[in-house]
C-alpha cells in the first residue's frame, strides 16, 4: 500500500493556510523531483554565500520549492510514498548544506545537532507512517533575521 505519513495536529494551521494558497497559485505540470533538484543545488550554494543576506534569501527560495514540490503533486494527483521518502530525503540533505555553511559558528552547531535529530526522526517518519520532523530550515531563516550572535 502507498501510505503517506500523516501530519501530526500541530501542523494543521499552516498546513490549512498553504492548502488555502495552493488552490490560488498556479503551478506548472512539471515532476516534483525538479524542485527537489533546485532545492539541492540552492542549498549547496549556501556553502558560497558571505553575506548573511545571501543565506536568508537562498534559505527561503529553498522553503518555497520545499512547498512548491508537494503543492505539484498533490495538485496532478502524484502523490506517493516513494515522493515522500524522496522528499524527505532531499530536504536532510538540503539542511546539511545549509547548516555546513554556518559550521564554525554558535549557530551552525546548534543546527547541526539538531539536524542530526531531525535525520533520525525521519527515519521514524518513514518507519510509523507518522510525518514527524522539525522545521529546522525555517527556524534557521528566523534566527537568522533576528541576527541571533554567534561566536565566529
Known amino acids: 500500500m502507498d501510505v503517506i505519513p500523516g501530519r501530526p495536529a500541530l ?10 494558497l495552493e488552490k490560488r497559485v498556479a503551478l506548472p505540470n512539471i515532476p516534483p523531483a525538479y ?22 534569501a537562498l534559505v527561503g527560495v529553498v522553503l518555497v520549492t520545499d512547498w512548491l514540490d508537494g503543492a505539484t ?3 496532478y494527483y502524484e502523490v506517493r510514498r516513494s515522493g515522500y521518502i524522496i522528499d524527505v ?14 559550521d564554525g559558528r554558535l549557530l551552525g552547531q546548534v543546527f547541526f545537532l ?6 533520525v526522526l525521519t ?3 518513514v518507519y510509523s507512517n507518522r510525518h514527524t520532523a522539525l ?6 531563516l528566523i ?10
Open 11 to 20: 501542523a494543521s494551521p499552516y498546513r490549512a493556510l498553504l492548502t488555502a
Open 35 to 56: 524542485y527537489h533538484l533546485a532545492a539541492m543545488l540552492l542549498s549547496g550554494l549556501c556553502l558560497y554565500t558571505q553575506a548573511p543576506w545571501q543565506t536568508m
Open 73 to 75: 503533486a498533490r495538485r
Open 89 to 102: 530525503i532531499t530536504d536532510r540533505t538540503s539542511e546539511a548544506f545549509i547548516f555546513a555553511a554556518a
Open 114 to 119: 539538531l539536524w542530526l535529530v531531525n535525520s
Open 123 to 125: 527515519f521514524y517518519s
Open 135 to 140: 522545521p529546522l530550515r525555517f527556524a534557521y
Open 143 to 152: 534566527l537568522m533575521a533576528f541576527r541571533v550572535p554567534s561566536s565566529q
